[in-house]
């Protein structure tokens, strides 16, 4: 049943229909919410799981750990200051091989303080082993809950997704809250391979493991993340079988026929269509293409997409200090072996909150359709020249 | 599509006004999205909150600068902040407020390429008992008011959202969205 919610609320009926049984988390600006609805949730019995009231992020994180490892489904919530604090844990939870799901809110770092969105927050953990999925709209929020559960299980690698703060976390759209008993039927409980119940002969991960053992479980985990890209793909069509809707890793938006392409990620890759429609108004043959994950990166799927366009544009929300917006690194760096490869202009926009509009991506689209790129950063709408 | 702004104070509820509000256009069909100011309230002080409304999917996400309709929670805000900033040409705006229309529009200097409705939601929410004449909560009726000025949403549904999501009040708070839907005079 189709119910108005914030991407917040989402988040809380996302972890409930998934049935998490253990969720761990402590509130923050702009995430509260999601904690305080599955606290309620949990209170009147409408979820079936323990909430563990925690004293700091890192210890959020540390007991979704402990829960996952002895085989229960943990969720947790946070943003920003709250996701570096937890950062020793994250490390621990992907090493461990832990399914737990995560949901952050896309919030800019501080100093100085601020609540208002950008991506440095879940960019900066980027290599922390934990796949990333940036969602446009509050159902993909919800069905992200679930499908990101769905995976990790199989590849037992942990799984964020990413909202941006106020633009979903705080607004209210039409969201279908589907019958637990049809999210059942596509995601079973969970059956942890190794737990650590001692009854079950599973001794604890964790021990000194020298140079003889380490490299060959990095690999491991490297495969895990290769093999998620795939399963994220194999998810998402049985998924749409049955919920009826469908979240390409890579979604193109008027590209059959585009020159021109604007890659962009959350919300911005919303706006970024009617955009595309005001440009191919004014007569730029261009396509938006949303990339949903930046961990697994879908390689392949960026370089079918990108084959013969004339010139490509990046819009980052997010800086990697010292190199440039990390979505136009990690573009550029898959289409180098390509071999005709496209300009690509790298924008970086909307840091800290500020907004990004239809008209300000209209003209990152004209720039990327009407000339060459001059640098790797190409800052649009800064007050410093 | 439709833009809406809502200038309140911060908690005279008029981000959950948006929100009701965008339900019952929903459930009478419409695509929507309601968000508030984004950032951080302070009881009392000046707010803003925003509903979009449309036939079609709604895909922009960013803040509404030019709104179609305004209406405003409280006369004494506009004295703070400038409610008519950005209105559309030909937009409208509704103001609660004990004046008549022209004694509003003079004490404010409202001369613009945009229609001025005057409404006592005040008197309506007192009359429910939603508050007192100092501080009413004045949301609900400005929800009638604003059912009624754009005509997205039938006061009907309205009047449904708010039976079931009002934290308190319930048919005081929806028959006070009724009552203004009545008085409203366009």
Redesign the interface.
Known sequence: M?K?L?GNHSVSFGAMVARAEVVAAYPI?PQTQIVERISELCADGEMDARFVKVESEHSAMAACIGASAAGSRAFTATSAQGLALMDEMLHWASHARLPIVMSNINRAMGPPWT??TDQNDSISRRDTGWMQFYC?SNQEVLDTVIQSFKVAEQVKMPAMLIL?????S?????VDVPDIELVDSYLPKYQAEFDMDPAHGHPAYGALTNEHWYYELQIKMQRAMDEALDLIVEEDKKFEKVFGRSYPVVEGYRTEDADYLIFTSG??A??A??AVDAAREQGIKVGNVKVRLLRPFPKPQIREIAKGRKRLGVIDRNISYGSEGVFFTEIKSCLYGEADRPEIHGFIAGLG?R????DSILEMIRQTAEQSPESDINWQGAKLA | MIEIRFHGRGGQGAASACKMFADACFRGGKSVQAFPMFGVERRGAPVQSFVRVSDDEIRARHNIENPDYVFVLSETLMNKVDCTAGIKPGGVMVVNTAKDVETLKQAHDLEGDYKVHAINATEIAVKHGLGSMATPIVNTAMLGVAARATGLASIDDLAAVIEESAPAKRAENAKASRDAFAALEL
Do not use: N, Q, R
């Open positions: 189709k108005v914030t600006t609540i208002w446009s941006d703060a106020f633009v979903l705080h607004t209210s759209e039409p919300t911005v919303s706006t269509k009617d909150g907004d990004i509009t239809v």
